[in-house]
């Protein structure tokens, strides 16, 4: 008996996003267990959910309570100043803010209404982007730097990408919160990573620092780097914990931050920077050799990043009023 109609459906759309179990698994898994998986790839990347939100709100309210719980507390003992101590907390306010715009905000959604604006702002550079092509799905005009999200099932102006985190397109309009957003999630990891090593760092430099211990052998020894491991990680295992799980957030977001700052400043967005390399001229596609991409849409530094700020549409309306 073969899938259910349901199941097969969703399998021809798993299909068409791409999502195949490899066939080494495809041996050893079970194929319920394969349509589940594909199932809840496709729900979790290809569908708008809340999964991710949610998993963001839970995982950012553990470190803080954390936070509140051990290390404020330590560290007020050891006289750290309040001012540094309160800093997490005024970076969370701000990244809660710019989080939750970042999820609501519309990313630049194209329409009937609009599409006509949106043509006019940027140049088609006959690359990537072709004049007078128009979107399957929503049959409007595609304008210069676009793309039809296909998560959300909408035409996005100056599409960036599709955050599962924020369960949103992130487009011209929404750019900026996005980045502030981002700016602040990774000063508060570092925040965090840096008040839990100055406490663990403090403590073994007032309690531990030049004392000895008896090792299994008898033999009185001085306390090492591996010892101080080991004992901090036994006496404060949630804090030790955290440290590493922030600096392994830290590397990883001020890595993700830098990149989103380069696209910012270059005045490319991810989907372009991704397609640069694969730009075909649409009007010569039996030519072999690839047409080199080459941004035309970077006005120099301080104007790109104005055009994060203040979306180029926004620009043009207010010169025309
Ligand atoms: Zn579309
Ligand atoms: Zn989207």
Not at 104 to 132: A, C, H, R
Not at 230 to 254: A, D, E, K, W
Not at 272 to 288: L, M, T
């Amino acid at each position: 008996m073969g899938p259910p109609e349901a199941w097969r459906r969703a399998l021809k759309s798993q299909t068409r996003c791409g999502w195949r179990v490899p066939a080494v698994f495809s041996y050893i898994i079970p194929e319920c267990l394969q349509r589940a998986m594909l199932r809840l790839l496709h729900y979790l990347f290809h569908t708008r959910n809340y999964t991710f939100i949610i998993l963001h709100l839970v995982l950012q309210g553990m470190i803080y309570i954390e936070y509140t719980w051990e290390i404020l507390g330590y560290c007020q003992e050891l006289e750290v100043s309040l001012y540094y101590l309160l800093q997490p907390y005024l970076l969370l306010i701000v990244n809660l803010v710019f989080f939750t715009l970042s999820c609501v905000s519309n990313p630049g959604t194209i329409t009937k209404e609009n599409e006509s604006l949106f043509l006019q702002i940027y140049e088609f550079d006959e690359v990537m982007f072709p004049k007078d092509t128009r979107c399957s799905t929503c049959d409007l005009r595609k304008p210069a730097r676009s793309k039809h999200c296909s998560v959300c099932n909408r035409c996005v102006h100056r599409f960036d990408h599709h955050c599962v985190w924020v369960s949103n397109c992130i487009g011209a309009w929404n750019a900026r919160y996005f980045l502030i957003y981002l700016l602040t999630l990774t000063a508060s990891a570092v925040t965090m990573a840096v008040m839990s090593t100055v406490f663990l760092v403090q403590l073994v430099w007032s309690d531990l620092y030049l004392e000895t211990y008896v090792d299994d052998l008898g033999h009185l020894r001085v306390i090492d780097i591996i010892f101080l491991i080991q004992y901090l990680f036994l006496t404060f295992p949630r804090i030790v914990s955290m440290l590493g799980f922030v600096v392994v957030l830290s590397i990883l977001l001020g890595g993700y931050l830098c990149f989103a700052l380069y696209l910012a400043a270059t005045n490319q967005t991810t989907n372009e920077w991704y397609r640069g390399d694969q730009a075909w001229c649409q009007h010569c596609p039996h030519v072999a050799k690839p047409w080199i991409y080459r941004n035309i849409h970077s006005h120099g530094f301080w104007s790109n990043l104005r055009e994060i700020f203040v979306p180029a549409a926004a620009q043009v309306e207010r010169k025309k009023k």
